[in-house]
């Protein structure tokens, strides 16, 4: 396939041209209370052209062979309005040339595992859920997805890389009367089926927790000091942090690129942020990015202090900072854009019973119910918390969303747990959909939060 | 429309091996420029097609899909196999329809180049610029034809060509990613209106000084743009799934009022304003006027084939394959939801509606709508941004604010409904709200 890939852009008159093309397989086994929705495995393809041409930079997506002349015309076209309507000059970071073909080393390759198999694990998690006390309904799925990554450009680098992505989730919902609750649920990961096996006791924490949820408040609107568990802590820093650390968002907004200078004090001494997708096992690994760009660790925060950020090719050369592998692309239908990959905040010493001492009184809030950022602010949603008094875990309560902004919640956070937890589902979409945009870290303990509720 | 022989020749495969079979075909031609800070940023183009087959025998459905159709067979096979799931289907496809043929009339959409987008980009930068003291002007525009065609072995064969372009443009506040936008969509080639782009500049500078607000109860308006918060959860405890599971805070409720007298909730994917207008859902069922609350009365489901058949109701024309989040639309399955959504105009203007306001929230952006209980109808928005109003004034634009709810609570407390419509970028078309006593929480 490399070689065709070659073939389609050899002779393409342009500074700069790179082709990927990408098989996408899934397969879906997807239930809604006991009856099953949906089952199938499906392949679907196509390519994607990029085109540099006298600082001009644009792209195609096609989905047929036939249509790539087409596809590297149109980005021809494209780059080249942007050079005759005085653009954005776009110029690429050098790199090194690549000609590397990864492989997948699985714990139990799910692509060889018969579709019952699928089926009979799925319905076993979900007939555990339905007989929690309250549980109304399921809805939860096997999702497994494989990428085919073949990668060409004219600077001579040419990667193939597989990548395959399993998880079991979902959301179980619990209901009396007319209040109904939902608490999601998620296991899985980027290293085979096998890490699927044995799961039991997270699908009957999680109805659990829903059936409890009938019973909890809505919290107060308000301002608070909160404990966020590992998992939020993690919804946070990807939300109130990470999507301002990917230079394509502040690199067209001279105000913010000032105040996002490497350098500047943005967060307490408490904080420090690394995005990490080299941690092998973890749903955010990949070795190269979709422009052939090996990724890299980076440290994007040093005890409040920034000191790294990520980049595509273009936004490294732009910033005049380094490469770091993180322009990727949800599949085929889309150019890459700078993502962030796995990214948590570096833990340090308290333990839980520490954090919510210093806590005193306010709310510990557990595991994400989704985020959003614009710009630089961000909310996200908690799936449940407690009010704490005094440091003692009080009463549960529901409803729970936060919102922040950047240059201000950073500075509030006051201390960092010891634990270190990775989420095993992704989810992030940022004009396009991310299954491994990986989160996590410690609990953290932050101050005067902005939290909406009744 | 492209690809008739290749449909054609996948759906006497499947019908071989099925009792009743149906293919969908989707076909997306689009390109889109960013201009951000002045200057183009970004040019790119797409041409994305696909095929989704669904075959049901002995009750069961099977379902496959792929990008490009080389393997006919494979993908009869891959449906065969997903029957292994053993799904349940009592509906059966829909026979031939009259429905309209496209009209074929899109001026110069079809083949609108980048120089064209460009110019009508530059057009909008060139007025709004000077207008906005020490923010930033961003543009985006874009143009495309999306084609769908379905067939089926009842007979059914409809086809829909949809050409559009958009221009959304941006004034962001000094310093801040936050701003002000507004869109323009046209089934035709055109440009912004500048009165339009007066009036965003009139919005933008209204919110220029930042103000601290007290938490507590008080007025908030959800503008057009952010009326998909409340959308979103009313749609979900609509529709047949919810229904089907027993789950839905509506079950039980139909016929009764349940909202204010103020409310009335429709979809109409025929409506002549509608850009993306459509005569069929993604099922072929013909679409039309379908009123989901009617003056504050839970009047109808909102319902695919599979969810009609299973509550045994008539289906209504809003089975379509989409997701809250995007995604191939191939590979989803069709599901109730509610496209070209309206609320009926009230009789109150913006400028009333803004005078009575004696403290309260002019919501004009969210974070977090899809966040929270949804189902519930619980809601926790960020305000981005928010307005504050006191004395019936505009006094600036909230720091680090939120509003929460219950949509079925607050929904009661209508104070005041606009008079107009407004076409907004998640689709529907909707008038500003005025809500009574709603929590709104601030640093």
């Given at each position: 396939m490399l070689d065709r890939l070659r073939s389609m852009i050899d002779g393409v008159r342009a500074d700069f041209v790179d082709i990927r093309y990408e098989i996408k397989t899934e397969t879906l086994v997807d239930f809604v209370g006991k009856e099953i929705k949906s089952v199938g495995s499906n392949r679907t393809d196509g390519y994607v052209v990029r085109v540099g041409r006298k600082g001009g930079f644009s792209s195609a997506t096609v989905t047929r062979e036939e249509d790539v002349p087409r596809a590297i015309e149109l980005a021809c076209e494209g780059a080249d309005t942007i050079v005759a309507t005085g653009g954005k000059r776009t110029?690429?970071?050098?790199?090194?040339?690549?000609?590397?073909?990864?492989?997948?080393?699985?714990?139990?390759?799910?692509?060889?595992?018969?579709?019952?198999?699928?089926?009979?694990?799925?319905?076993?998690?979900?007939?555990?859920?339905?007989?929690?006390?309250?549980?109304?309904?399921?809805?939860?799925?096997?999702?497994?997805?494989?990428?085919?990554?073949?990668?060409?450009?004219?600077?001579?680098?040419?990667?193939?890389?597989?990548?395959?992505?399993?998880?079991?989730?979902?959301?179980?919902?619990?209901?009396?009367?007319?209040?109904?609750?939902?608490?999601?649920?998620?296991?899985?990961?980027?290293?085979?089926?096998?890490?699927?096996?044995?799961?039991?006791?997270?699908?009957?924490?999680?109805?659990?927790?829903?059936?409890?949820?009938?019973?909890?408040?809505?919290?107060?609107?308000?301002?608070?000091?909160?404990?966020?568990?590992?998992?939020?802590?993690?919804?946070?820093?990807?939300?109130?942090?990470?999507?301002?650390?990917?230079?394509?968002?502040?690199?067209?907004?001279?105000?913010?690129?000032?105040?996002?200078?490497?350098?500047?004090?943005?967060?307490?001494?408490?904080?420090?942020?690394?995005?990490?997708?080299?941690?092998?096992?973890?749903?955010?690994?990949?070795?190269?990015?979709?422009?052939?760009?090996?990724?890299?660790?980076?440290?994007?925060?040093?005890?409040?202090?920034?000191?790294?950020?990520?980049?595509?090719?273009?936004?490294?050369?732009?910033?005049?900072?380094?490469?770091?592998?993180?322009?990727?692309?949800?599949?085929?239908?889309?150019?890459?854009?700078?993502?962030?990959?796995?990214?948590?905040?570096?833990?340090?010493?308290?333990?839980?019973?520490?954090?919510?001492?210093?806590?005193?009184?306010?709310?510990?809030?557990?595991?994400?119910?989704?985020?959003?950022?614009?710009?630089?602010?961000?909310?996200?949603?908690?799936?449940?918390?407690?009010?704490?008094?005094?440091?003692?875990?009080?009463?549960?309560?529901?409803?729970?969303?936060?919102?922040?902004?950047?240059?201000?919640?950073?500075?509030?956070?006051?201390?960092?747990?010891?634990?270190?937890?990775?989420?095993?589902?992704?989810?992030?979409?940022?004009?396009?959909?991310?299954?491994?945009?990986?989160?996590?870290?410690?609990?953290?303990?932050?101050?005067?939060?902005?939290?909406?509720?009744? | 429309m492209t690809d008739i022989p290749e449909m054609r020749k996948l759906l006497e495969l499947a019908a071989r091996v099925s009792d009743q079979a149906e293919v969908f075909h989707s076909r997306d031609d689009a390109g889109s420029l960013s201009m951000r800070n002045g200057k183009v940023t970004e040019m790119s183009a797409t041409i994305q097609s696909g095929y989704a087959l669904r075959m049901i025998r002995d009750g069961m459905i099977g379902t496959a899909y792929t990008k490009n159709l080389l393997y006919p067979g494979e993908m009869v096979d891959n449906a065969l196999a997903s029957m292994k799931g053993k799904v349940q289907a009592g509906f059966s496809f829909p026979g031939p329809a009259d429905i309209p043929e496209p009209s074929g009339e899109e001026g110069s959409l079809s083949s609108m180049g980048f120089h064209d987008l460009h110019s009508r980009s530059i057009r909008v930068l060139d007025h709004l610029s000077g207008k906005v003291k020490d923010g930033q002007v961003d543009v985006a525009a874009g143009r495309g034809v999306a084609e769908t065609r379905i067939m089926n072995t009842s007979g059914l064969d409809v086809r829909s060509r949809r050409p559009a372009m958009y221009i959304f443009a941006s004034l962001l506040f000094p310093n801040t990613e936050t701003g002000v936008r507004k869109l323009y969509h046209s089934s035709t080639a055109g440009d912004f209106p500048l009165q339009d782009l007066d009036g965003l500049v009139d919005i933008y500078r209204a919110g220029l000084p930042e103000v601290d607000i007290p938490s507590g109860r008080m007025k908030v308006m959800f503008t057009p743009d952010t009326m998909y918060t409340l959308l979103w959860r009313l749609s979900a405890a609509a529709s047949g799934r919810s229904f089907h599971n027993r789950i839905s805070p509506l079950q039980d409720k139909r016929g009764r009022k349940v909202l204010s007298k103020k409310f009335t909730l429709y979809g109409d994917p025929t409506d002549p304003e509608e850009v993306n207008r459509r005569f069929f859902d993604d099922e072929g069922v013909p679409t039309g006027e379908h009123t989901v609350f009617k003056d504050g009365v839970f009047r109808n489901l909102v319902l695919n084939l599979d969810y009609a058949d299973k509550l045994g109701e008539e289906p209504s024309g809003t089975g379509y394959r989409g997701g809250m989040w995007g995604g191939e639309t191939i590979s989803m399955q069709p599901s109730p939801s509610l496209n070209c959504s309206r609320i009926a105009p009230g009789d109150s203007s913006m400028k009333d509606m803004i005078a009575g306001m004696d403290r309260g929230v002019m919501i004009l952006g969210v974070l977090g709508a899809h966040s929270g209980n949804i189902l519930n109808g619980d809601f926790s928005v960020g305000l981005n941004p928010g307005y504050y109003v006191e004395g019936g004034e505009i006094r600036g634009r909230v720091k680090d604010g939120m509003v929460a709810g219950n949509v079925y609570q607050v929904l009661k407390n209508i104070s005041a409904v606009e008079d107009r419509l407004h076409e907004t970028p998640n689709g529907g078309r909707y008038p500003a709200i005025v809500l009574d006593d709603v929590s709104v929480a601030a640093k």
């Open positions: 110029e690429l970071a050098e790199v090194s040339v690549v000609q590397e073909v990864v492989g997948l080393q699985l714990d139990g390759d799910p692509r060889r595992m018969d579709i019952d198999g699928k089926i009979r694990l799925t319905r076993k998690y979900n007939d555990l859920m339905l007989e929690q006390p309250s549980i109304e309904t399921t809805s939860l799925s096997y999702r497994e997805i494989g990428r085919e990554k073949s990668y060409v450009n004219s600077e001579g680098t040419s990667v193939s890389e597989e990548l395959v992505t399993t998880n079991i989730a979902g959301e179980v919902v619990a209901k009396r009367d007319d209040l109904v609750q939902n608490v999601r649920v998620a296991i899985g990961g980027a290293d085979g089926f096998n890490r699927l096996l044995d799961r039991d006791d997270v699908f009957i924490e999680r109805a659990l927790i829903a059936g409890r949820l009938l019973d909890a408040r809505p919290v107060k609107g308000g301002t608070y000091d909160v404990v966020l568990n590992p998992s939020l802590a993690g919804v946070f820093t990807h939300e109130a942090f990470g999507h301002f650390s990917e230079a394509d968002i502040i690199e067209d907004n001279p105000s913010l690129r000032a105040k996002m200078a490497l350098g500047e004090r943005l967060g307490s001494e408490a904080v420090t942020i690394v995005a990490d997708s080299t941690i092998p096992g973890q749903i955010g690994y990949y070795r190269y990015d979709d422009e052939g760009v090996a990724v890299r660790p980076v440290t994007l925060m040093d005890r409040g202090v920034l000191t790294g950020r990520l980049h595509s090719r273009s936004t490294a050369k732009g910033f005049g900072e380094p490469v770091s592998g993180h322009a990727v692309a949800e599949d085929m239908r889309f150019e890459p854009i700078v993502r962030m990959g796995t990214i948590y905040i570096k833990p340090a010493g308290n333990s839980l019973e520490d954090l919510l001492g210093m806590l005193g009184d306010g709310l510990y809030l557990l595991d994400g119910k989704g985020g959003q950022t614009s710009g630089e602010n961000f909310t996200f949603g908690a799936q449940y918390g407690f009010l704490v008094r005094d440091g003692k875990i009080g009463p549960m309560v529901r409803d729970i969303n936060i919102m922040g902004n950047l240059f201000s919640t950073l500075q509030s956070i006051d201390a960092v747990g010891d634990e270190m937890e990775l989420s095993e589902r992704g989810g992030c979409g940022k004009g396009q959909m991310n299954i491994k945009s990986a989160l996590g870290g410690p609990s953290v303990l932050i101050r005067k939060m902005v939290v909406g509720g009744a | -």
